[in-house]
């Protein structure tokens, strides 16, 4: 099974700051990596596939890069309603998802 | 408007049954695999099973291998999740969540539309 691992796992900023978060695999992925952001009391949000490629309709704020094991979300200018939990996630035949990284209001 | 609407959700003993349902609208179920996914409380995200877009291949993750069932009826697009000898580890909400993939039997696995849950609870 490929274990996947996120840093931090929480992050306390303000509005307008840079947050960029870390998803790390146990096995090589290629370019076989998803984000997702999930705010409390409601479903996932696909905000990036393919580790870069953005999901339509999602602000170009987001960004993601990475390839092989190590991989990263970046949110240029954080806005209000960022604020949420964000996942990781590996692509093969059986799926499997970070802990999740939460970002909080500083 | 794509939507996926889960239903069937409940508490339940220990050792026992439920069967969720997913009703999908708005695209074209029968051309998509589907994901369940589920969410104990105040944990994370864990990858349940996947059933192909004609229903061939299904695959699950370990801890519910040989107690789940996934399957779908395409002609009333509607994904489903038997669920038996149901365990306290069980208990969660459950998504259905839609393949990025048209017609693509094989991984990457991308889930881009997902319902917004049924909670199911396993205790005595």
């Known amino acids: 099974d490929i274990q996947m691992t996120q840093s931090p796992f929480y992050v306390s900023a303000s509005v307008g700051d840079r947050v960029t978060i870390t998803c790390r695999a146990s096995q090589g992925l290629s370019s076989w990596l998803a984000w997702y952001q999930q705010k409390p009391g409601k479903a996932p949000k696909l905000l990036i596939y393919?580790?870069?490629s953005l999901q339509s309709g999602v602000p170009s704020r987001f960004s993601g890069s990475g390839y092989g094991t190590e991989f990263t979300l970046t949110i240029s200018s954080l806005q209000p309603e960022d604020f949420a939990t964000y996942y990781c996630?590996?692509?093969?035949?059986?799926?499997?998802f970070g802990p999740g990284t939460k970002v909080d209001i500083k | 408007q794509v939507l996926l609407v889960e239903s069937g959700g409940g508490v339940v003993q220990p050792g026992g049954s439920l069967r969720l349902s997913c009703a999908a609208s708005?695209?074209?179920?029968?051309?998509?695999?589907v994901h369940w996914v589920r969410q104990a409380p105040g944990k994370g995200l864990e990858w349940v099973a996947f059933?192909?877009?004609?229903?061939?291949?299904?695959y699950y993750t370990d801890s519910v291998k040989g107690r789940f069932t996934i399957s779908r009826d395409n002609s009333e697009n509607t994904l489903y999740l038997q669920m038996n000898s149901l365990r306290a580890e069980d208990t969660a909400v459950y998504y259905c969540?839609?393949?990025?993939?048209?017609?693509?039997?094989?991984?990457?696995?991308?889930?881009?539309?997902w319902g917004k849950g049924t909670t199911v609870t396993v205790s005595s």
């Open positions: 393919a580790a870069s």
């Open positions: 969540a839609k393949d990025r993939g048209l017609v693509v039997p094989t991984a990457p696995f991308y889930m881009d539309v």
């Open positions: 708005g695209f074209i179920f029968s051309s998509y695999g």
């Open positions: 059933i192909q877009y004609d229903g061939k291949n299904k």
């Open positions: 996630q590996q692509a093969s035949r059986f799926p499997s």
